[in-house]
Structure formats: C-alpha cells, structure tokens
C-alpha cells in the first residue's frame, strides 16, 4: 500500500491542505471547517504530482487488477483519472455531476461498453454523496463499478457507513487521521488544538470552531 505519511506530509508542503482552528473555512456545504484540501494546487507541482500519480497506480494495480477503464468525478477527479489512466494504459471516461444542457446531453464523457469494469477516480472524500452518485450514474449506463480511489479521505464515519452500504471497495492514499498526527509532529497544529480538530469531525455539521485557547 501507499505512504500515507509521506503523501500528507507533501501535501502539507505545497499548502494543498490548510488547517486553520481559528479563523474557519466555509465548506460549499455550508459546514464550518478547520480543514480545507485543494488537491488541484498538487497539478502546478510536478514532482509531487509524479509521485502521488504513481502511489495512485500502484494502489489501482494492486488493488483493481482486471480494471478495464478508469472514470474521473468531475471536476476535480478528471485530470487524477487521465493520468493514471496514461501511465496503465487504461482508456478514461469522466462523470459530470448532471447531463449537459446542449449538444449531446451526455453525463458520462467518453467511449465505454456495458459490463466493463470501472474504478472510479477522486480526489477526496467527504461525506461520500458526490461520489457514489457518481457510482450511481455508472451503474445506470450498464458499468460495473469495482471500486474507488481518491487521494485524501476525512474519514467521516457517514462515508463509511455509505460505501459499505454499496458494498464497495474504496482506497484512499492518506486520510484525516494520519494528516492530523504528522501536523502535530510538525508544530503545525497543538495538541489543543487537535482536540478541536477531531471534535469538528465528529459533528461537522455543528462545528462553531473556536475563539479562546
């Protein structure tokens, strides 16, 4: 399996993931967060960019052997997806969140054939919803989805109930709780201030953050 340190710590590096316990970033949610990851900033910096495309082929190699093609969530998933798609040798396919409003209507981007097997590409995952939608819409075209992997995963127990609910297969190369435990190695965040952290993931939803400490 992947370093799931070494990836964090890279994307601590390049500030693709911020944590911040104080002044709060707002999720598209509406949800208040000491975290926020951008893995797109990852795109302008190629050797991390070769490294953490190449974790993420070994986990696809390893974990989805018989994968016949590789589907990127739009937008953020894309350009994981192409890339790895290149380096296996898979051919790509793409997800939009809904069907275009003109010219073709599609959803699905690309040439696919019913009963091929996809392993679908993200970025991160959060509470799980935009991605198996995303699982939902390749089911619907006559795809069979073997699995899922992303590069970050917050480890929301809401998206673990979810994936086991679809009973499937999902690899992240590093996740909330190894973040977390290099950024206090590092200083970046206190020990106080973990205990926020972890409190805001066991209630995202109802997270104030903090003013004092």
């Not at 911040?20 to 509406?30: D, I, M």
């Not at 998933?77 to 380096?87: C, K």
Request: glycine share 6%.
């Amino acid at each position: 399996m992947t370093n799931e340190k070494a990836i964090a710590e890279k994307l601590l590096q390049i500030n693709a993931i911020k944590l911040n316990p104080r002044e709060t970033f707002t999720w598209a949610s509406g949800w208040k967060s000491p975290i926020y990851c951008d893995n797109r900033k990852v795109l302008s910096y190629p050797y991390i960019r070769e490294y953490i495309k190449s974790e993420m082929c070994n986990v696809i190699f390893e974990k989805f052997p018989d994968a016949d093609l590789l589907a990127g969530v739009a937008t953020a998933g894309i350009a994981w997806g192409a890339l790895a798609a290149d380096q296996l040798k898979l051919p790509f396919i793409y997800v939009r969140p809904k069907p275009k409003e003109h010219g073709l209507g599609n959803q699905i981007e690309g040439y696919y054939t019913a009963a091929q097997k996809v392993v679908v590409v993200e970025d991160l995952v959060s509470t799980g919803k935009s991605s198996l939608q995303v699982v939902d819409v390749l089911k619907n075209a006559g795809v069979e989805v073997i699995g899922m992997v992303s590069i970050f995963n917050y480890g929301f127990p809401v998206a673990a109930e979810a994936f086991e609910r679809y009973k499937l297969s999902y690899y992240s190369l590093t996740n909330f709780t190894v973040l977390i435990e290099l950024a206090i190695d590092k200083g970046i965040i206190s020990p106080e201030h973990q205990d926020v952290i972890l409190r805001w993931r066991e209630d995202p939803a109802n997270w104030k953050g903090i003013t004092t400490g």
